[in-house]
Structure formats: C-alpha cells, structure tokens
C-alpha cells in the first residue's frame, strides 16, 4: 500500500499507468486507493479527537475535516470517507467545437 501511496499521490501517476506497472487493473488500483484513503482519514480522524479531548486547539482546516467527517459517519457509517473533488472543468465536446467553427 505504500508503494501505491507514492506513486499516486507523490509522483501523481495515474491510476492506469500504475496498473500497468504493477500488473494489475485500474479498477484494483483505484479500489486500493479507497481503501488507502479511508484508513488515513480513521486515523486522522482519532487523532484529532484525541487531540480535542485533551484541551488542544484546532486549525480551521482540521476543524472542517472533522465536521466533513462526523456528518460522513452519521450517514455512511464504518465506511465514510471524504472523496476527492475534480478541480478541471469538464472538456468541450468536439462536436460542439465544430459546429462554432462552421457558424
């Protein structure tokens, strides 16, 4: 799991290009990466309990993550996990490009 951790993550491989390295699907890869994510934001998320608990404060990013986080367990239970936004907007369709070029 580390192995996949870095490449996807530090070096920003794609979850195809890492299949192929590895020998296995980019549905197997994005599956690990799931699960690789669910575990660090458990224990990310015991952690700042933890840290609340004994009277220390929290950053505002901290905070967010643990309101995202509480109000994820309350709906999704044990398998809550904060999923990734697609930063890119969406690609014209080329269909679209062509018939602007024509008019």
Partial sequence: QKEVLYYLFVKQYSTTRLAAIRGQSDRNIRKLRMTIQKKLQKRMYEHLSEKMEN?????????????????????????????????????????ALDDAKDG
């Fill in 55 to 95: 009277d220390h404060g929290l950053t505002l990013r901290e905070r967010e993550f643990m309101e995202e986080y509480e109000a994820l367990l309350q709906t999704m239970g044990k398998d809550a996990v904060i999923r990734r936004e697609n930063k890119t907007k969406p690609r014209k369709k080329k269909a």
